[in-house]
């Protein structure tokens, strides 16, 4: 039974919200977009940190905003540029759910981020998560920005066995969150996000210094490991990509993705070539790359073409584009084949 059920007159948990804020004021991590409440500066900060760690993607981060300080500056970029500046977090459609949500900040809203929850979620890329965290920070919202961090906290001080694979897990905790809330939910929202990631980690929590710990229901059962329950597994997807690096002298050709399938609008390198140019053919190298519910298994021939005329008739033929080692630096590509440049290129 969840907690909710069997707790219908639920008692006053306010005290929970209020010990968070106290252990946040302390112990707030010192992280450049924690000095400002501008939303287009909270926004891109929760997308970009949506799939990378802090660490990770901090020197991103502020590259990204020195370059794009403003939702003018990136409304007004070339796409290809904003992809560029988003190489090295992966999961570009970010990016281009970026640049198209600036320009709907500036057609739509006249230049002014909106404040609203409702308007917020209308942009491009924008979940509830986001929409509820931008509100919070910025606007004063009082809306829990409910994700991953909400769901382990939550279910471990409650003891609550509500299935987080279940498609009402997000309502479910939403409602939970409710009852913990204090009055300033934009500095909860943020504890949240730092107990979660920094204490009450999904393996080995350190419950010692965690401020919830005395009416952490999981930590006073010595339970913690059952809880948050999560029964589905989401299956992953086998697929097996082959490419061909054509090169000659330095040069190699590459083309743009069009799909929506995976990577899109990013680089990469041919997938077909004529029967005539495998004579050139320097030997295969695999690798296996993993993507969000997908294992890649990547073949990669090594096409060296030794005839000038054969090199200027591929070209010729095929709608490639040539570019070398210091041009393919201004692109961005899937991590498997920026890998493959940058270690040929140190042979
Ligand atoms: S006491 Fe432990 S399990 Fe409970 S909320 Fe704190 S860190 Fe998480």
Known sequence: MTFLDKNNKASDFLHLGNKLLSW??????????????????????????????????????????????????????????????????????????????????????????????????????????????????????KIPAVDGNFYRVLSRVFADDFDISNSR???????????????????????????????????????????????????????????????????SENLHLKYYFVHRNGQFLIQQRKDDFIWKKLFEFPSIIPEELESFNKGVKTVNHKLTHKNLTIEISNIEVTSEPAWKQFIAQNQYLVTDFEGSHEKSFPKPLENYIQNRNQK
């Not at 924690?34 to 760690?53: A, G, L």
């Not at 970029?77 to 904003?82: G, I, L, R, S, T």
């Not at 009852?179 to 909860?188: H, K, Y």
Request: proline fraction near 5%.
């Open 169 to 235: 897990a997000f309502a479910y905790f939403s409602e939970l969150a409710t009852l913990i809330l204090p009055g300033n939910v934009g500095d909860f929202n943020q504890a949240m996000m730092d107990l979660g990631s920094e204490i009450c980690k999904p393996k080995n929590p350190l419950c010692g210094e965690c401020p919830l710990n005395e009416d952490c229901l999981a930590f006073s059962l010595n339970k913690i490991s059952e809880f948050p329950v999560k029964t589905k597994k989401v299956k």
């Open 24 to 141: 946040y004021k302390k112990n707030a991590r010192d992280l450049p977009f924690r000095q400002t409440k501008d939303p287009y500066k909270i926004w891109i900060c929760e997308i970009v940190f949506q799939q990378t760690r802090i660490n990770q993607g901090l020197n991103h981060y502020n590259n990204f905003i020195q370059r794009f300080p403003d939702v003018q500056t990136l409304a007004e970029a070339e796409e290809n540029e904003v992809l560029l500046y988003w190489k090295g977090l992966g999961y570009y459609s970010r990016a281009i759910n970026i640049h198209k949500a600036a320009q709907q900040v500036i057609n739509d809203y006249g230049g002014v981020f909106p404040s609203r929850y409702e308007e917020i979620l209308k942009l491009k890329g924008v979940g509830k998560y986001t929409a509820a965290a931008i509100t919070s920070i910025c606007f004063g919202g």
